[in-house]
């Protein structure tokens, strides 16, 4: 643990990637080093976040349903890192037992789910599993028992209709004691213990230190590499450093001229060659120790002769970094996402910028629990997913871009999308690993 520590915290000492033009990143430890520091960050959303949220929501039992193959996220989030899916049925519970005594853990499940939570079934003294579960929650008589089901949000739905229906089967008259509260699995999904953030800047790290090297002359050869080689060559050095692609990368292109091209809008094919006075967009998703990281970045394709990209694209860049400024700068804990997109997008127009917003969480999901802050679609309100409010101690992927027109171009608006990882304290705002805030250019000058 202490190596797979001291790898990934040698992030912290070195400039951010999204500044330099370099791709140094920090050694990956092997996947078995990697156990014990896994286990021990969700130990400590266990221990740490559980108990404070239920007893914000106030509840003293949290019962979760899980089959195999067919797992609550929230109970996904929980295995040890050497579980892949639950095993048969398992049944958590959390019991508030007050300050003093804590949070009980227990499965009613075939086997205990590491150390965990211990097993309080056993099935050769009492086969009926159900029976078991209506047995124990019995014992402790909680007043008020939470499971997980949502309208608005899938990360707080993940009770099944048939183990719902059982579940409430086995309670009898005690099943008018269960509530669904989407603030439950939501915040203990969304919330970041300290353990998290010790080590999110290293994992961090290798995402950003990947995509310049995959948008330099190491991998692109104008006029030769398609776009897909690119994507491709992202998604084989993820395979090689053994990260969670929870995504497909991509990889597009925005140019001045050519047949069949309307600037500004990515209307080119997903193959196609890569060419000198390209714009670049890469989207890239990875992870590891089951914390996800988002990014998105920019690069230009230098014409012979040039050794900048042209000032309208720079300053396309220049704006969409003052749409995350507006953006973070709008963030208030107990705001709504659709409140904190209304304040950000008045800022961000009275900068002088067209910005287009659809920022999520981040952190054990790609897109992760929390709300919206609005859509690349639509920019108004959103019913549900963005009336769920900013609380501290969260990550944020703040995706978004810009609407610019380059006189280069002919005057065209091209689009200049950014996304990028921080977090939110409570009261300030930090970039987790830096930001870009200039563009990548292909090739790189000489060092």
């Known amino acids: 643990m202490k190596m797979l520590l001291a790898a990934l915290l040698l992030a912290t000492t070195q400039p951010s990637i999204a500044f330099a033009q370099d791709y140094q990143r920090p050694a990956v430890p092997p996947l078995r080093d990697r156990v014990a520091t896994h286990d021990r960050l969700v130990r400590a959303r266990l221990d740490q976040v559980v108990p404070r949220i239920m007893r914000e929501v106030g509840v003293d039992m949290w019962v979760l349903v899980a089959s195999e193959y067919n797992e609550d996220p929230v109970v996904k989030a929980m295995l040890p890192a050497t579980w892949a899916s639950a095993r048969r049925r398992m049944v958590l519970i959390f019991f508030d037992r007050g300050p003093q005594q804590g949070v009980e853990r227990l499965a009613i499940a075939r086997y205990p789910v590491g150390d965990l939570f211990p097993s309080l079934w056993n099935p050769e003294q009492q086969p009926e599993q159900w029976a078991r579960v209506a047995q124990v929650i019995a014992e402790r008589n909680p007043k008020r028992i939470a499971v997980n089901i949502s309208r608005d949000f899938a990360l707080a739905d993940g009770l099944a209709t048939g183990e719902h229906r059982q579940l409430l089967a086995a309670l009898g008259p005690m099943a008018s ?70 995504c497909q990368p ?20 997903d193959n196609v060659v890569i060419m000198p006075g390209d714009l670049l967009h890469v989207d890239f998703c990875a992870g590891m120790l089951g914390l996800k990281t988002d990014t998105q970045q920019l690069a230009y394709v230098l014409r012979p002769g040039e ?8 300053a396309g860049m220049a704006a969409a970094n003052k749409v995350q400024d507006a953006l973070v700068a709008s963030f208030r804990t107990g705001l709504t996402g659709n409140e ?10 009275a900068a002088g910028t067209n910005p287009i917003i659809y920022t999520h969480s981040i952190g054990l999901h790609g897109h992760g629990a929390g709300p919206w802050i609005g859509s690349w679609e639509n920019q108004n309100p959103i019913a549900g997913r963005g009336d769920y409010r900013i609380y501290p101690d969260t990550a944020w992927s703040i995706e978004l871009a810009a609407l610019a027109n380059v006189p280069e171009w002919g005057g065209a608006q091209v689009r200049f999308p950014l996304e990028v990882d921080g977090f939110w304290n409570g009261s300030s705002w930090r970039w987790i690993d830096g930001r870009q805030t200039q563009l990548m250019l292909i090739p790189r000058a000489p060092k």
Do not use: C, N
């Open 177 to 246: 004691r269960i509530e669904s509260h989407d603030r439950l699995a939501l915040g203990v999904l969304e919330t970041r213990t300290p353990e998290d953030m010790d080590v999110y800047q290293g994992i961090m790290r290798v995402a950003h230190s990947l995509i310049p090297e995959g948008l330099s002359e190491k991998v692109i050869t104008p006029g030769v590499t398609t776009t897909q080689d690119v994507v491709w060559w992202y998604r084989e050095r993820l395979a090689d450093l053994r990260q969670d692609a929870w």
């Open 250 to 269: 991509s990889v597009t292109v925005q140019r001045a001229t050519g047949p069949g091209i309307v600037p500004g809008r990515q209307t080119l094919p």
């Open 307 to 314: 050794t900048d990209a042209p000032a309208g694209l720079k």
């Open 340 to 349: 904190v997109l209304a304040a950000a997008r008045q800022r961000a127009i």
